[in-house]
Every structure is written in C-alpha cells, then in structure tokens.
C-alpha cells in the first residue's frame, strides 16, 4: 500500500475523536442529550428539527457552526480520500475504469455528506422560529442518503479486503 495511506488514516481517524468528543461533550449535554442530525442515519422529522433547535443552547449553536462545521468539511474530505485509495489498491486486480466504478459510492458519499453540512448549517442559522422545513427535511435526505453510501461504501472495502485473502494477488 501506499506510503501515505497510514499517516492518512492516522489524521482521519484523529479528526474522528475530535468530532467525537466535541458531540459527546459539547454538543450532546447543550441540546439537552439529543443527537446532532449528522448522527442520525434514519433521518428526522421537521419537528424533530424545531425540538432540535429549540433545545440547543447558544454556545452548542456556536460550537456547531463553527467548530463543528469546520472538521465537518475536512473529514469527509479525508475520509473519502483514505477509503478511495485503500479500494483504489484492494482493486489493483482490476481494470481502470472499473475501479472509478467502484469508487462512486465513496465520491457520493463525499457530496452527499458536504451538502448535509450545508444544509445543517442554514438550520442552525436560522433558529427554531425562521427554519424552512423544506431544507429541514432536504437536509435529512442528505443525512439518509449520506449514511446508505457510507454503508455500501464499507461493504464494498470490506468484501475486496476479504477477496484479497482468498484470492491473493501474485505478485
């Protein structure tokens, strides 16, 4: 493998821990317990969003556009970037224009996950009292959509890592 892809999935997963820990500590206990929507694969409601926003207190606010938007641009980046480069590798085996194939769900989740962060942040702008609940609910398609490819995603490391030890590349 390459040489980077270790220092790279050493600072994802840091950026990971950072994340985190600023939803268990922060976020989670200045929203009163309830889940950042970025943490919830199943989607939410637009009353799920009003209670959200009604609940989050202004330093949590402020945490979560500022901080947590912040890593929440970066992260996806990286994480995209590590997962395509260990499938780019675990496909080796593969024709080129199959292994971009391969990688679409990983550049989807990418977008998917970028556009969520948006979304959320323009909530979050707007308060309980001024959301509009179709960006609510756009946002929680996002969030639905970005777990589903996150998912696939994940199976399809996962089976090519499991391929490559039953079928081993000669090399």
Do not use: Q
């Not at 001024?130 to 929680?140: G, I, N, Q, V």
């Amino acid at each position: 493998m390459s040489r980077w892809i270790i220092p790279l999935a050493a600072l994802t997963a840091a950026l990971y821990a950072v994340m985190a820990w600023e939803v268990y500590y922060i976020l989670k206990p200045a929203a009163e317990g309830l889940a950042p929507f970025d943490m919830r694969p199943m989607g939410y409601t637009v009353a799920d969003v009003y209670d959200y926003l009604s609940r989050i207190s202004e330093r949590g606010r402020a945490v979560y556009l500022v901080e947590m938007r912040l890593l929440g641009w970066v992260f996806p980046l990286l994480l995209a970037l590590l997962m395509a480069a260990v499938l780019w590798h675990l496909a080796r085996s593969w024709h080129v224009w199959s292994r971009m194939l391969l990688l679409m769900p990983i550049a989807g989740y990418m977008v998917m996950d970028l556009c969520e962060n948006a979304l959320v942040g323009e909530l979050l702008r707007s308060g309980a009292d001024e959301f509009d609940p179709r960006t609510a609910m756009l946002a929680s398609e996002f969030t639905v959509t970005k777990s589903a490819l996150i998912v696939v995603s994940v199976i399809l490391l996962v089976g090519f890592w499991a391929r490559g030890f039953r079928h081993p590349d000669p090399a």
